[in-house]
């Protein structure tokens, strides 16, 4: 199983990325798909989570009405759009799978069952 995340960059605040995770997951659409972040000195923390079929997801407050996350089954691949980029967004943004029988909690790294390697977002003030 492999998680490959792209689509980090330098932006200046205010820009927009968009981060792309493709997976070689068998069965894709039975996975609960989550981004996390992790910024330097500080632990991963939960960014955003989207359900089975794209139906519901959940944002951290952090990032509510500036990111939004999507996925495409047909191509194996979750995206998270992050618009209105603030400096205190820059981290190392992973992307992960996880093999859930129900849409709740998913805020804990615990949660998910494979990880991406991991793209740097850096966002200059």
């Known amino acids: 199983v492999q998680l490959q995340a792209y689509g980090g960059g330098l932006v200046q605040a205010g820009g927009s990325l968009r981060l792309s995770c493709a997976a070689s997951?068998?069965?894709?659409?039975?996975?609960?798909m989550g981004w996390f972040r992790q910024a330097p000195g500080k632990e991963r923390e939960f960014v955003a989570a989207?359900?089975?079929?794209?139906?519901?997801?959940y944002h951290a407050d952090s990032v509510e009405g500036r990111f939004t996350i999507s996925r495409d089954n047909a191509k194996n691949t979750v995206y998270l759009q992050m618009n209105s980029l603030k400096p205190e967004d820059t981290a190392v943004y992973y992307c992960?799978?996880?093999?859930?029988?129900?849409?709740?909690?998913?805020?804990?790294?615990?949660?998910?069952?494979?990880w991406g390697q991991g793209t740097q977002v850096t966002v200059s003030s």
């Open positions: 992960a799978a996880g093999l859930r029988n129900s849409f709740s909690g998913l805020y804990l790294t615990d949660d998910y069952d494979y």
């Open positions: 997951l068998r069965t894709f659409s039975r996975y609960v």
């Open positions: 989207i359900s089975w079929n794209g139906g519901s997801t």
